[in-house]
């Protein structure tokens, strides 16, 4: 595995976000899914290195409230839409102009929103979300919100029982997470508009957890969708998404 490097860089609040680096050549963003990191995400599973090795200098920040970033437990650090001003930030910080940007899952909702609020990479690669995921977060933010108000309640057989494992095997600050989650906000179908650059949709075949990737396909300006094998939690780990990642944005 290629060696990174990390540092801590501050974002638009003065809140300390830990940024992962690998490779050198056009830097692309990779912001990783809900209680998830970028080691788990982007590095353990080999998907950085591919971009790496393809002439990628591969970014990758923890969220707020995750990994090596930030998690404060003060409601304030947590304003409204605080993802995607992360994002703006660490574009401005690192004075990115030329570049490519991916996200999975809620990492994916942040890019489509920073697109939408006025970032302009060259590529997106929205992975692990369909139309309604990103219309309906309310509806997916009071599911993880009732895990970790249930999460010593909760035994195998319930559906919030592969989401505590998941919180548990990360290791989840969960005050700070559900802070967090109250923080995102929804992305509005008739903006989806201003998403004009080429726009993978690279899902799992069997990954329904937000919604349907081929329609956001057909719904996006030049959205181009991409399948490959897994459930929403196993195509992270499946060796075709760092292949899909490569393909589009090398293309």
């Known amino acids: ?17 830990a940024v992962h680096r690998m490779g050198g050549g056009r830097p692309i963003i990779l912001l990783h899914g809900l209680f998830s990191s970028a080691e788990m995400n982007w590095i353990k599973f080999g998907h950085a290195q591919k971009l790496a090795a393809a002439g990628f200098e591969v970014i990758m920040p923890d969220l707020r409230a995750h990994g090596h970033s930030s998690m404060s437990h003060n409601a304030l650090d947590y304003p409204h839409g605080v993802l995607s001003k992360d994002l703006a930030a660490l ?40 139309l309604e995921g990103l219309a ?6 009071a599911f993880f919100i009732d895990a970790i108000d249930r999460f010593d309640e909760i035994k195998r057989g319930d559906p919030a029982f592969m989401a505590k494992s ?39 075949d069997k990954d329904f957890d937000n919604g349907s990737a081929k329609e956001l396909a057909r ?25 899909a990642l490569v393909e589009f944005f090398g293309g």
């Open 91 to 130: 574009v401005g910080h690192l004075d990115l102009e030329d570049y490519d940007l991916a996200g999975f899952s809620l990492g994916a909702r942040t890019v489509a929103k920073g697109v939408i609020e006025g970032l302009e990479p060259r590529r997106l690669a929205l992975c692990g979300m369909g």
């Open 219 to 243: 719904v996006l300006p030049d959205g181009r969708y991409r399948e490959i094998p897994g459930t929403h939690m196993s195509s992270v780990t499946e060796g075709a998404l760092g292949d």
């Open 136 to 141: 309906g977060w309310a509806r997916r933010s």
């Open 1 to 17: 595995m290629s060696s990174f490097s990390t540092e801590h860089v501050p974002s638009f609040d003065g809140t300390e976000l």
């Open 166 to 204: 998941f919180m548990k095997t990360m290791n989840i600050d969960r005050e700070a997470a559900r802070l967090l989650l109250g923080a995102v906000e929804d992305v509005k179908q008739a903006d989806l508009a201003r998403i004009t650059m080429p726009t993978a949709l690279i899902c799992g």
